[in-house]
């Protein structure tokens, strides 16, 4: 069987739910009063609205102010401003979806001073008596001060690196040129490839360190992009010799963007796929437009990636474990890659098989605004280019059909006309399709999770059979888009087409 089911499950989160029940019972047992005072560390509950009800005495003496008037001032009267709309709004998502809820915040001390802590909370059903919140928040300060010294450190260290390799670089290409042929040329032309090596590491160290500290711009231009591309690898097919890099390319793509940093996005993937495939002798590279996207992947016949790591490289500093020790590398590329390609409204995936290769791919909308002109509109039946909605009066099934590469914009769009249409033809049971979807739309999942499945089951759903695209990131994507606790219909997937229509048959 391929399927993976993903139905309603008990979830290990309750499991302590009777000691939890027990600790805090008024006055039940002493002790754990007691325990709650003493602990060195803020621990807080709250209703299931969300109220704070009861702080223990760590955060009274922390914030200066009696129990009483903390739960009167409410909990965001100490949140620093900076932090507090993120913190609400995840709370406020914690609330909606029973999900665990886990932020990062600086809290107003009676000392005047704000601290870092991690805040994380967790809902307690209990039977017979109202659910409740149980949160705590840990001081984090001295390890946020310390990444900070950290990062300032790497800033400070890349910055006095690059001076003085600058000048070596400058020197080393004028001895180059006045150099006859000989031995000492030969041995100049090697240190050549070390020295932007180097280069390129101080240049990723620097980047990460103006990422962090929210610094990397963007010099936004209108330019070619097939003629900055084709440059790339030409430029790049005389640095590696032991592959050739072939480049398939539609011409004269005009784009608005930082020349410069796409370039450097190319670069990496590129360098990554001929350090990954060392066995291997040539790379394709591919660019064209699809449905008003620029799409840009580089293939290679290298080591591939495990499953595992997928969706973890993109992170700082991560390497998969096939890697780590067998090439050299930062783990740095691939995160600043990342960051320049949301930065232009685009998204990265990858596809990859271990022993066989691996695509590494990006999209870049042309167009900010989409356009859903319907080809076909009746109250049974919708198509647009993204989506096709059918639902026969002989079926209970609503038949759904994604088409092409998807975004923010095209599921908020066919997900609400998903649920206008099982509304409207009382149906519960959906087949989604999503074997024509390549890319990603991780974008989205949120908005499905938290909106789009609460708004599905209202409007009727009950059974939900979803054939997976072959594309590991819109596999990703779809099940973050089921990451919800409250959830009430049965949700499965499929790799096969057949096994979905099989189950809905059967329920
Ligand atoms: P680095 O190559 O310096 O380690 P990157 O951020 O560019 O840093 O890549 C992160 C990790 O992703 C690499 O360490 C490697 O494990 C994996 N990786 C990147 N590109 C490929 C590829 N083409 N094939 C296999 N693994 C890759």
Redesign the pocket.
Known sequence: MNSVRRGPEKNSKHKNHDTISKLTADNEIPFPNLLLSAIPQQVWTANATGEIDYVNEIICSDFGHSQQAILEHGWTAFVHKEDLETSVELWQKSLRSKNDYVTEFRLLFADGNYYWHLARARLIEQQGRPDIWVGTNTNIHFQKLNEARKDEFLSIASHELKTPLTTIKGFHQLLLKSMEDGKTKNYLQRSASQLERLERLIG?LLDVSKINAGKLTLNQDNFNFSQMLSDAVSEMNHIYTSHKLNLEIEKDIVYTGDKFRLEQVIQ??I???V???PGASKVDIDCRIIDKNLIVS?K?Y????DPK?VKK??DRY???????TR???????????ADIIKRHGGSFW?E?TIGQ??V?SFKLPLLQEKYFEPKIRTNSYYKDRYITISCSQDSDIMNVEWTGYQDMHSVKHGGSLMVEYLKANQKSKVFNDNRLVPGTWSEASDWAATVWLPLMELAGLKYFAWILSESTFSQLSAEKSIDNEAKRSEIIFFNQAEEGIAWLGNV
């Open positions: 990723d990496n993937f360098s990554n796929a350090k990954y495939s580089v290679d290298g080591i591939g990636i790591d490289l993109f991560y390497r998969a474990d096939n890697s780590s090439f050299d590398g930062l783990g740095l590329g691939l995160y600043i890659s990858i990859s290769g691996s590494f």
